[in-house]
């Protein structure tokens, strides 16, 4: 069990609600940002672990969080893109500015529980 803190940035809320039920089981403790400036606003304030990350969202979508977050958070936590528009050219950038994984959506729970963990342990 760990008690590490995983910020969720998603703007669909029975995802997160549902993601998040998967990880507090698993120990870990959850927040939620619904579009990416919450999500920028959130590290502003918080200590986070690792961040999941939707693609798709209003007002600054996961593209645009990933490629504002480094400048603004260098020393960002891990980032877990969680989207179904998942493809290998935005994985490929953004490893450059600390992408450690993706899931397709729908999310499958065993491998949410093992991208976390794997993730975590990269960190």
Avoid: W
């Avoid at 999500?39 to 969080?65: C, H, K, N, S, T």
């Avoid at 450059?96 to 794997?118: D, F, Q, S, Y």
């Amino acid at each position: 069990m760990s008690s590490a803190r995983i910020l969720i940035i998603d703007d669909d809320d029975l995802l997160c609600d549902m993601v998040a039920s998967i990880l507090e089981l698993e120990g870990y403790e959850t927040a939620f940002a619904h579009n990416g400036k919450q999500g920028l606003a959130a590290l502003e304030e918080g200590e986070y672990a690792l961040i999941l990350l939707d693609l798709v969202m209003p007002e600054m979508d996961g593209l645009q969080f990933l490629r504002t977050v480094g400048t603004k958070h260098p020393s960002h936590p891990p980032i877990v893109v969680m989207s179904a528009s998942v493809t290998a050219d935005i994985f490929e950038e953004g490893k450059n500015i600390g992408v450690a994984g993706m899931i397709k959506k729908p999310v499958k729970p065993g491998l949410l529980t093992e991208t976390v963990r794997a993730a975590l342990a990269k960190g």
